[in-house]
């Protein structure tokens, strides 16, 4: 059921300037307050005796986090470690593997452009060749997926890089279906899923993922700078952080070779990893139904926007509500199409106060407008957007 109020009334436990709609969730996420005091507790542990928090607290307070996350996102504890974010799950993965000249890496239109640019990078220092597959936008059924990876594939696929929720168009690829039909060919899986922990349900045992990153800033509400890579447990010796460090010639026997040298790349702030548990437990503490009904609010509040929008423009919807989570992409109004993406925005923003990402997308029908909704937004929040865009069309 969307409460029909002009502002959520959860707002008050984010920080988020009053004088600003806030529809981007998607980009950077946004941490509620009762989070930032946990974080700012274990700075002030962390700088009262950093001696005694590093060398006593710290792994502790991680593997606590550590099972907490995997519970949440249905993996074993030994098989994920944290990492600041998505970015750096996608380069640890792809600069481990053994990639040969001529080897092809698959991936999609969709997939993020910083993923796509570690692609690249890596196909080009092996001589390897990236094949991007076109999935169709607008969609009716997630088959079309699943089919233009499949017709993709050669006898070179050495790896499949995909996004599990798409960042510009906000759809839920087949995750489960693609590994399991690239498993039976020997082709592994490297899952983008920066935006699926806390959006969608994820039980990372099942999904059949090779490899799999995630944030947890981002609809996990956890601080900025936590994320987790999972990896199958026959393939974690070959994974190695970015930074080597005290891992690589541990002794110790009590803990993987691959939760050593990732749990410690050198010093940094662990505080964002310590509030996953505090972030998981306060969110799914908000509706009775925990945060199988949070995600569910979500997507009907996406769902409900997604419509006033497109039938306020007389636009189509673009894909099926059951591949869309808690983002949605609509065309801008037809009048809009032909301004440049960064000066619409800015306008939105500076004008009207509205914070919403606009997507320039490839092919008809063109510029985008990506809405995001949390427990923060209300359904007031969309009505501003459409009487904006309006506004600007006259
Ligand atoms: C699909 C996808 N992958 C990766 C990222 C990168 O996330 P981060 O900047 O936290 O590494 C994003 C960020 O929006 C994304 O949407």
Redesign the pocket.
């Known amino acids: 059921m969307i409460e029909i109020t002009p502002t959520s009334h959860f707002r008050k436990h984010w920080l988020i300037d009053p004088a600003i709609v806030f529809l981007n969730h998607?980009?950077f996420g946004a941490c509620p307050r009762i989070v930032l005091q946990k974080q700012a507790y274990l700075r002030s542990q962390l700088e009262n005796e950093p001696l005694r928090f590093f060398m006593r607290d710290w792994e502790p307070l991680l593997d606590q986090s550590r099972v907490c996350l995997a519970s949440f996102v249905g993996a074993d504890p030994e098989d994920v470690v944290f990492i600041p974010?998505?970015?750096?799950g996608?380069n640890a993965v792809l600069r481990s593997l053994d990639i040969n000249t001529g080897d092809e890496l698959l991936t999609t239109n969709h997939e993020?452009n910083?993923?796509r640019n570690a692609l690249d990078y890596v196909a080009q220092r092996y001589g390897a060749k990236v094949v991007v597959v076109d999935v169709p936008f607008p969609i009716q059924e997630k088959q079309q997926v699943i089919t233009a990876v499949m017709d993709g594939v050669s006898d070179k696929t050495r790896l499949v890089l995909i996004?599990h929720?798409?960042?510009q168009t906000g759809l839920i690829f087949p995750i489960q279906e693609l590994t399991q039909q690239l498993g039976s060919q020997g082709i592994e899986t490297l899952v983008?899923g920066?935006?699926a922990p806390g959006m969608i349900p994820l039980k990372l045992r099942e999904l059949g993922a090779t490899y799999y990153t995630g944030?947890c800033?981002k609809w996990l509400c956890a601080p900025k700078g936590a994320?987790f890579l999972y990896v199958q447990r026959d393939r974690q010796a070959k994974i190695r952080p970015l930074s080597i460090s005290h891992g690589a010639n541990s002794s110790r026997t009590d803990k993987s070779r691959f939760q050593l040298e990732f749990d410690w790349t050198g010093t940094d702030d662990p505080t964002p990893y310590m509030c996953v548990p505090e972030a998981i437990s306060l969110m799914g503490s908000w509706f009775q139904g925990g945060w199988d009904e949070l995600m569910q609010h979500n997507h009907n509040l996406v769902i409900t926007a997604r419509k006033l929008i497109s039938d306020a423009f007389s636009h189509q919807v673009l894909a099926p509500e059951s591949m869309l989570g808690s983002m949605a992409a609509i065309p801008v109004p037809d009048g809009l199409q032909v301004w440049n993406y960064l000066d619409l925005h800015d306008v939105l923003l500076d004008k009207f106060g509205i914070e919403v990402q606009i997507v320039p997308w490839q092919f008809p029908p063109g510029l985008l407008v990506r809405v995001s909704a949390q427990i923060y937004n209300s359904i007031n929040d969309y009505h501003k957007l459409i009487a904006a865009l309006q506004e600007i069309s006259k």
């Not at 974010?85 to 750096?88: E, L, P, Q």
């Open positions: 998607g980009s974010n998505a970015t750096t996608i993020y910083a993923s996004d929720v798409t960042s983008d920066a935006h944030n800033h994320g």
